[in-house]
């Protein structure tokens, strides 16, 4: 696999929006969050560089994605809260875990809270 390749398969392919009433709304994370930018084609979204911070609580990766159609650069940040439940009946079982993701554009302006992953 490549490099490119590689950033691709670190990034959820979908996140879910919580809707009050309605439950959970999935959308797709493979589109430009730029503003006045309508691209969904996975292929003109280029994941081009990774960083990664970790502490005790939280993993978070930033991944930078430039989009050819509108030609910016926009990063996902996906942060993963770490054991947020043990399950008290299988104690080899994993911990439970919840991403949350964000858009920011190239100097690191938060655009908004996407969804969960
Ligand atoms: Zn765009």
Redesign the pocket.
Known sequence: MSEKQDLRSEIPTHAYISLARRGMEKISLDQ???KD???QDVN?LEPFKKEEFEDDKKIIKKISIR??????T?ILKLETIKKVAYSTQKKDEEPLSMGIVYALDDKDHNLGHIGYF
């Open positions: 430009c969050f730029l930018c309508d691209n003109l989009c050819k159609k509108c030609n910016r926009f």
